[in-house]
């Protein structure tokens, strides 16, 4: 007889109260997430190279005509977008990564490891190198529009694949994994054709840096937020119905063909939006979602905002330390988050291996 | 009454069942389906969840659920695969809440779940974690999913492989008893004889994608059938308590 079944018998009036009683621990997890990612966006906004006191910088945005005009100008337009676009940012690609884990029931899936930097990197290397760009779109964004482009193209790539027959989550996850060389590939060669000046830009571009962040862009991003985010919140008992298995979520009723082909859109736009404004931060859709779900677990009504409220947590922080490590350097936030992240993903892969 | 008629199903060219007719299965009984590995029993219960594209009619009490919808055949027709996936981050309660929730909105989904757990005894077992579960009690946590959406059809493949005799003869019993007690039709892929003759009440023997024996097991199970479907000589008969035991003495 194993321990669990020498567990005294639980009153249905016990259990439905323990099952409250954790559902209230989620929320207030939330709140906390909530209050820490404040907490974290505030010292986001507050350190710089510019040497304003904390006091200069909440005076520059609640009473902007008790402060300089300078200092105003660092604030309002360098300070808050880059501390703004780290939190949507995050919050975008962790819950792209929360979503592509569940939908392809694989730990390790996220938009990076599944080639979609790979893919803006080489749109982005394309308008770099080449100044190739849509015919219509000012030059200035051809990175962005080029970027997402083939971000959204690769993902799209592998919803094809997932609609072929025979073709299960492994077989995508593998044609993912080969995506990503094939875009490295095809980067390496722009690399190896670019002038002196394109190529510290391509590669300044993929390393991931907030400082590409405007008003615009953060408007932009917000919007997709705004209008992706309902739709994921929608699909959360599918969602966490498809964690019992695919075969158990059709029996259910579920159509998993559409609910995967739904949910990789949305990874689709929030990963491309993402990348296509920052670059290459890595490592954000798979650290977000595993401390999710290590605080929430993985009933999709909380584990999809804990997802978005961790991404974010790691990327304000992520953020607020690129700017600490070396004083007066601004580090590519990209290098500090894959900093964190692999550590993260070691321990990660050394307990899946213990698991098995 | 479940009947199906004329099933057939195949993967790409390969056929692997062939004109499956099985005349009705009352509500509150267990079919068995018996074969060796390959007869094409879990392609016939997945066609008839609606998993697997397949040629034939299927009515249920007297309606042609053919042509439903996999959503709609799933509001009488529920399937419980092997087992449950690893690495869930799920309780018992949580899942089960899950499985009712999927595609419905049950404002009582929290009470009607807990309903099932205690019914099947694991009421304990409401706040643990799927993956700190034994096998017997993953089983019994994935046929509280399956019961929570009061399936008036419940498919279940292999529900007890890989469970030791003492877990097999809980699980047997406990689907035994829901079954007569909700009006279910059960149909179950069994590999062991001797449960599928005490708990079942019908047996259907598969061989290359065709119905070699169809009765109950006292009819349906014979020498020449064990011969036909497994290839082994062997005897059936019944123990100082009545049960049904089949003996198998050599391969033939």
Request: contains cysteine; hydrophobic residues 50%.
């Amino acid at each position: 007889m194993s321990v669990l079944e020498q567990r005294p018998a639980l009153a249905p009036a016990d259990a439905e109260t323990a099952y409250h009683g954790k559902i209230r621990l989620k929320i207030m997890m939330l709140i906390g997430l909530a209050v820490a990612l404040c907490a974290a966006a505030v010292i986001d906004i507050c350190v710089g190279s510019s040497g304003l006191s904390p006091a200069e910088v909440l005076a520059a945005i609640f009473q902007p005509e008790s402060v300089s005009r300078g200092t105003r100008a660092i604030v309002v337009d360098v300070r808050l977008p880059y501390s703004l676009m780290a939190l949507l940012v995050g919050a975008s690609l962790s819950l792209a990564g929360a979503e592509m884990q569940t939908i392809l029931d694989n730990p390790l899936a996220s938009p990076f490891t599944l080639g979609v930097s790979s893919a803006a990197s080489f749109g982005a290397a394309l308008a770099i190198v080449l100044q190739l760009g849509i015919p219509g779109v000012p030059p200035e964004w051809f990175i962005p529009v080029n970027a997402f482009i083939f971000a959204f193209g690769s993902v799209l790539l592998l919803q094809a694949l997932s609609g072929l027959r025979g073709a299960g989550v492994e077989t995508l996850v593998l044609f993912g994994i080969a995506l990503v060389f094939v875009f490295n590939a095809l980067v390496a060669i722009m690399q190896f054709i670019a002038s002196a000046e394109a190529l510290q830009q391509l590669v300044f571009w993929s390393m991931g840096s907030l400082t590409r962040s405007t008003w615009t862009k953060l408007q932009i991003m917000a919007l997709v937020m705004v209008c992706v985010v309902p739709f994921s919140m929608a699909a959360c008992w599918k969602l966490t119905a498809l964690r019992l298995g695919e075969d158990r979520a059709r029996s259910f009723g579920i159509d998993v063909t559409r609910l995967r082909f739904f949910s990789l859109l949305r990874v689709s736009i929030l990963a491309a939006t993402s990348v296509s404004f920052v670059g290459t931060i890595g490592f954000i859709g798979l650290v977000g979602p595993h401390i999710a779900r290590l605080l929430v677990g993985e009933d999709h009504r909380f584990f999809l905002p804990a997802s978005m409220l961790c991404g974010a947590l790691v990327m304000a922080l992520a953020s607020a330390s690129s700017k600490i490590i070396v004083p007066g350097v601004l580090i590519p936030v990209g290098i500090v988050t894959s900093l964190i992240g692999v550590p993260f993903f070691l321990a990660l892969i050394f307990t899946t291996k213990g698991k098995a | 009454m479940l009947s199906v008629e004329k099933l057939s199903a195949g993967y790409g060219k390969k056929s692997v069942l062939t004109d499956i007719d099985i005349a009705g299965m009352p509500a509150g009984t267990i079919t068995a389906f018996l074969g060796q590995n390959g007869a094409g029993k879990s392609t016939l219960l997945r066609s008839l969840a609606g998993l697997h594209r397949a040629l034939g009619t299927l009515h249920l009490n007297g309606a042609d659920i053919t042509s439903h919808s996999p959503a709609q055949r799933a509001r009488a027709i529920t399937y419980m695969p092997q087992s449950l996936p690893q690495r869930v981050a799920l309780t018992v309660l949580e899942a089960t809440i899950g499985a009712l929730r999927a595609s419905s909105r049950d404002p009582d989904a929290v009470k009607r779940s807990l309903a099932v757990l205690e019914r099947l005894g694991i009421s304990n077992l409401a706040m643990a974690q799927l993956d700190s579960l034994s096998g017997g009690q993953r089983q019994l946590a994935s046929l509280a999913q399956a019961l929570v959406r009061k399936p008036r059809v419940l498919l279940l493949d292999e529900p007890t492989s890989a469970l030791d005799v003492a877990h097999q003869i809980r699980v047997m019993r406990t689907i035994r008893e829901i079954t007569e007690e909700q009006g279910i039709i059960a149909i179950a892929v069994l590999h062991d004889l001797g449960l599928a003759c005490r708990w079942c009440d019908r047996l259907v023997l598969l061989s290359g994608g065709r119905v070699v024996s169809d009765g109950e097991p006292d009819t349906a199970l014979t020498p020449d059938v064990l011969n036909q479907v497994y290839g082994v000589t062997g005897r059936i008969e019944r123990c100082s308590r009545g049960y049904i035991q089949v003996l198998i003495d050599e391969v033939a």
